[in-house]
């Protein structure tokens, strides 16, 4: 690590490539600037998370942790150094992944009026890169820019012996205890009450290993780990299969070791907006200030799960050491504002994808960039948007603001990350159901629940099941009917959402396990079954749904739910109907062959949603009377 200290040569070419505005230079005094240089010996892709999480960065370098409080869409940060207290409004951060980020500060009482802290990072090789940390101050006054330069040059010292260690750790794929601070213990009452939890969890035939692991991480995780729980991404670092744990997450919370929580989402900066603890709570519409956009809660990616400790067990607070906007908003690549007329050419780094542009008017565009495509940059403006291009990879953005005011030129990766629990996700567990059984949605809200793959069920010839079995037995004989269905949906990951009369409505996230219970339901009431006499056809649909309110209950509503229940008219007893969606899923394919089951094409005409659809069709031979009417006749198309 080379010494942070540069000339002034480089100091000024530094300062030509981020020049003060010259609002922050008007009526103050001269700026008082430290630019410190560093060779960092990893590679940016592996450091430049690290260095844009500002928050703990600063706590590892021992800084002073900050208040922050967001009021009329402007974050407001106080903070007491040496005994001065320091009250400002971050200027929204300006950053381009992999190459640079800006934070600005409005000072309104303390040491100075404005700051500027950037970093710029240049690869030399793969595997290191060099390092430009820059801090420029408009100081106060004399007292204050005295204060300044003395505390700052030991600043970069740290700098450096804090850099130095985090690539160390990043060249083992390690993490730098300094920047996750494990707590030691907790306190004899909470640790009882743990340990009572655990108990409970294991003794209710969850998986004891990931009990334990889950608690270990609850004892002694990262405050700033704990804030929100994500049980997709500790999944994904334990190695755990993810609906496990969000079983083990859910059964946590009766047993008093984690609250629920339902997250609304803003779909342009994607920061938490609201919190509730009930699904009651969630409401039709939420607003960002920040964004300044007003936005529904139907939209699939508008709400998210997740968990908190109860503070019973831990109590974790919101700590910050930084705002870290860059960290925050990681699907943000390019985030600069441009002034009236003002241009800018930016390379991008950001690998292959699908990523939008847009501006603060909502101008946008879709970005694709793939190895097949055209390598020219791209020129953009807010006037000149819309559309989709394609460029290669490391494409150049010639970015142009064309309008008469500033205007934030955004460049986000398209897709939402998969690590988020979404409510589609909660309520296809039977364990959501059963635990937060009291739970409902308010009237008025309609919440996407995302690609669901629907199962019905309905028994073949209940007309004359009924008239000749008489109520008692054949009420005995549908409740057993349900309990075995019940039973097999559950075991393959699914939920029962409601029952209509002798017939079943199942959801399942996946498609393949949706096939598999289809399949399993068939085989449990054969034709030859003598200790119960019902037959049942099943249909499969796979789309997108909503959870809507109906008197108390939660239930599925849209067009997938529509024709997974029409499609029961093309099957009979020990036959299952399915979608061309369901076949194109993800495994389907695979397990159709795994269960040797053979299937036949239909045409289907169905006027009331669009005319003739392709309808896919098996038939489990045991489950047929060849003597019976009940089984549809063999179509072909």
């Not at 139907?298 to 050491?321: Q, Y």
């Not at 780094?349 to 495509?373: C, H, K, N, Q, Y």
């Not at 059963?434 to 008025?444: G, N, T």
């Given at each position: ?336 504002r441009l002034a009236p007329d003002e241009r800018r050419r930016v390379t991008l780094t ?69 690590e988020a629990v979404r409510p589609g996700d909660l309520l296809s567990l039977r364990e ?206």
């Amino acid at each position: 690590m080379a010494a942070p200290s540069v000339s002034p040569e480089q100091l000024t070419a530094f300062l030509e490539r981020f020049a003060w505005p010259e609002h922050m230079l008007a009526g103050g005094r001269a700026p008082l600037e430290f630019l410190w240089r560093f060779e960092v010996d990893a590679p940016i892709a592996s450091m430049w998370p690290l260095l844009i999480d500002t928050s703990r960065f600063n706590r590892a370098l021992g800084l002073t942790e900050m208040n922050y409080e967001e009021r009329d869409g402007r974050l407001h940060g106080t903070v007491i150094n040496g005994g001065f207290r320091q009250t400002w409004v971050e200027v929204p951060w300006q950053w381009i992944h992999g190459h640079h980020m800006e934070a600005v500060r409005d000072y309104s009482e303390g040491f100075g009026r404005w700051v500027r802290a950037i970093y710029e990072v240049t690869e030399v090789r793969e595997s290191s890169f060099e390092l430009l940390v820059y801090f420029g101050w408009i100081p106060r006054g004399w007292l204050g820019e005295k204060i300044l330069a003395f505390a700052f040059p030991k600043l970069g010292e740290d700098y450096g012996r804090l850099l130095a260690e985090l690539a160390t750790a990043a060249r083992q794929a390690k993490v730098s205890p300094r920047f996750e601070v494990s707590r030691p213990s907790l306190d004899e009452a909470s640790e009882a009450r743990l340990a009572v939890g655990v108990r409970e969890l294991i003794s209710a035939e969850l998986p004891a290993p990931l009990v334990r692991q889950l608690a270990a991480h609850l004892r002694s995780a990262d405050d700033l780990d704990l804030a929100r729980i994500q049980p997709k991404v500790l999944a994904r670092r334990w190695g755990a299969d993810t609906r496990t744990l969000l079983r083990v997450a859910l059964h946590a919370t009766r047993v008093g070791l984690l609250d629920l929580s339902w997250d609304i989402v803003c779909p342009h900066c994607r920061g938490t907006r609201e919190e509730h603890a009930s699904l009651s709570r969630v409401p039709g519409e939420s607003r960002c200030e920040v964004c300044e956009i007003d936005f529904d809660t139907r939209s699939e990616v508008s709400v998210e799960v997740s968990f908190r400790v109860n503070p019973a067990i831990r109590k974790v607070g919101l700590h910050a050491w930084c705002a870290a906007e860059p960290s925050h908003r990681e699907h943000i690549l390019v985030q600069l504002r441009l002034a009236p007329d003002e241009r800018r050419r930016v390379t991008l780094t950001v690998g292959e994808g699908l990523f939008r542009l847009r501006g603060s008017e909502g101008a946008t565009t879709m970005l694709d960039l793939s190895p097949a495509a055209d390598p020219a940059p791209l020129a953009w403006t807010p006037t000149n948007s819309g559309g989709e291009h394609s460029r290669a990879p490391r494409p150049i953005l010639e970015l142009h603001n064309d309008r008469d005011q500033p205007i934030d030129f955004v460049l986000e990766r398209a897709r939402w990350s998969d690590e988020a629990v979404r409510p589609g996700d909660l309520l296809s567990l039977r364990e959501f159901r059963d635990i937060f059984s009291a739970d409902y949605l308010a009237a008025d809200v309609q919440l996407a629940v995302g690609m669901q793959t629907l199962l019905f069920t309905d028994m073949v010839g209940s007309t004359r099941f009924y008239a000749t079995r008489g109520d008692a037995e054949a009420f005995v004989q549908v409740r057993r009917h349900f309990a075995e269905i019940f039973e097999v949906v559950a075991a393959q990951d699914g939920v029962v959402v409601k029952t209509i009369g002798d017939a079943v409505m199942a959801a399942f996230v996946d498609a393949a396990s949706a096939v598999r219970a289809a399949h399993a339901i068939q085989r449990r009431f054969p034709a030859s079954r003598e200790d119960l006499d019902i037959r049942v056809r099943v249909s499969l649909n796979r789309g997108s749904c909503i959870a809507v309110r109906f008197n108390t209950e939660i239930d599925y509503f849209g067009n997938a739910v529509n024709l997974a229940a029409k499609l029961q008219g093309s099957a009979g007893a020990g036959q299952v109907t399915f979608s061309t969606a369901v076949r194109d899923a993800p495994g389907v394919v695979e397990v159709l062959g795994e269960l040797g089951v053979e299937i036949e094409s239909l045409t289907v005409d169905l006027p009331a949603l669009g005319g003739e659809i392709e309808v896919l069709r098996w038939t489990d031979e045991d489950g047929v009377d060849p003597a019976s009417s009940l089984a549809m006749p063999v179509a072909r198309g």
